[in-house]
């Protein structure tokens, strides 16, 4: 049963500090896309990679957020320095070139 | 600009009880209708995708239709498992496989 995962699934931390999230799509899988999801604004795109190159991370707030891919099998997300208003629950999802979206469990990072 | 609204924000409704989740999308040359159900803390799962107008699919108590303008997803006799929050998303021609989301509708079946 072939599943994203992220890591870790929970996270706490304090404001300043770095957050590293991880995430390993769906063998096969060449498209990966982070989201945000929060009560207020739902689910907002981060930024996605196709073939491991990004193609698009204007949603990112690009001073303290980054994303990579250093191989196939692992997309992470960065900030740095963290801030309380990042506390949110952080999704990955892997898709087949323009295919279905699949979604991992989470991250939920609370920022103090 | 391309949009998608789903409505109601919350339902509640006794088991066994059928209805309806609306959602109405603005998007011109619509590549797909993706449907994805969330339940509370976990990642959203794959439903359905509705590619042009008429089309209809369905799983278990659930049916999903397309028009030009909106998606219905159709709950017939529907079960206290089947409570979650369902999410409507479009994929557009020129959006380079992103999806616009709508802000979900909460479901809630009381036994």
């Known amino acids: 049963d072939a599943r994203v995962t992220q890591t870790p699934r929970h996270k706490v931390t304090e404001m300043g500090q770095e957050v590293t999230m991880r995430c390993q799509p769906i063998?096969?899988?060449?498209?990966v896309f982070w989201y945000r999801q929060t009560m207020m604004q739902g689910l907002e795109l981060l930024a996605y990679?196709?073939?491991?190159?990004?193609?698009?991370d204007s949603g990112m707030p690009k001073d303290r957020f980054s994303a990579e891919m250093p191989d196939a099998t692992l997309a992470t997300l960065k900030i740095q320095p963290s801030e309380p208003r990042d506390s949110a629950v952080y999704f990955c999802?892997?898709?087949?070139?323009?295919?279905?979206?699949?979604f991992g469990p989470g991250t939920r990072l609370t920022v103090l | 600009e391309d949009q998608v609204t789903q409505s109601p924000e919350a339902l509640r409704l006794q088991e066994g009880e059928s209805s309806s989740l609306n959602c109405s999308y603005t998007?011109?040359?619509?590549?797909?209708l993706f449907w994805y159900r969330q339940d509370p803390g976990k990642g959203p799962e794959f439903l359905f995708t509705?590619?042009?107008?008429?089309e209809e699919k369905e799983k278990e108590r659930l049916k999903a239709t397309l028009t030009k303008k909106e998606s219905f997803l159709h709950i017939t006799a529907p079960k206290p498992e089947d409570s979650a929050t369902y999410l409507c998303?479009?994929?557009?021609?020129?959006?380079?496989?992103?999806?616009?989301w709508g802000a979900g509708t909460k479901l809630i079946i009381k036994p």
């Open positions: 990679f196709r073939n491991r190159a990004p193609l698009d």
């Open positions: 998303a479009v994929q557009g021609p020129n959006s380079n496989y992103q999806l616009i």
């Open positions: 999802a892997s898709a087949r070139s323009g295919d279905t979206q699949y």
């Open positions: 509705l590619y042009s107008a008429g």
């Open positions: 063998l096969g899988h060449n498209t």
């Open positions: 998007v011109s040359g619509l590549r797909g």
